[in-house]
């Protein structure tokens, strides 16, 4: 066989793998994340939110968040300067419904920044693990917003944790919609 043909049959094979595919619905979801920690800061920042069929019918839902007092509490302030990074997965009862409840855990990493010399005997960073459950509704236009209440299981304790880290929060989040991408 010459290069010639070799080619020809790696295309139509290629295209026809690619055919023969079923094509699965997905859905990516970005937005404005607002998190309120119980008795202290205010966290807003940006978030995804990631389905497709093969997550059992869009009833799982892979996030992550960037959220920051920086964007909250801290802005013009003396507050803490502090971030969470978070990863989770949600489970979504009721997926095909506009208004859904759900259910998750949360892990990823808190940082705060003391900007003191004098705290740097103080923890800086904590790995975070945290539940969480709420409603979420699907508008008609491609916008969806949800309401949570969380629980961060490794909550601050100033010693080896951050004493800021504390372990009730709420959540609000806007999301545009992005279907089958």
Known sequence: ??????????????????????????????????QQTQYLYNENG????????????????IKATYLSSRLGSAIGTNALKQDYYV???????????SLQILAGLNTGLFVVDYENPAFDILPKS??????????????????????????????GNGVDIPGSLFPVFYKLSIMYRIKDI
């Open 126 to 155: 904590s790995a975070i693990l945290a539940i969480e459950t709420g409603l979420q509704y699907d508008f008609k236009l491609p916008i969806t917003a949800s309401l949570t209440a969380g629980y961060n299981v490794r909550s």
């Open 1 to 34: 066989m010459n290069r010639k043909t070799i080619t020809i049959v790696f295309l139509f094979l290629s295209v026809s793998v690619l055919f023969a595919q079923k094509i699965i619905s997905r859905d990516l979801r970005v937005g404005l994340v607002m």
């Open 46 to 61: 940006v978030g995804l939110d990631y389905t497709c069929e093969r997550l059992l019918d869009k009833k799982i839902h």
């Open 87 to 97: 990863f989770g997965a949600h489970y979504y009862f009721m997926s095909k419904k």
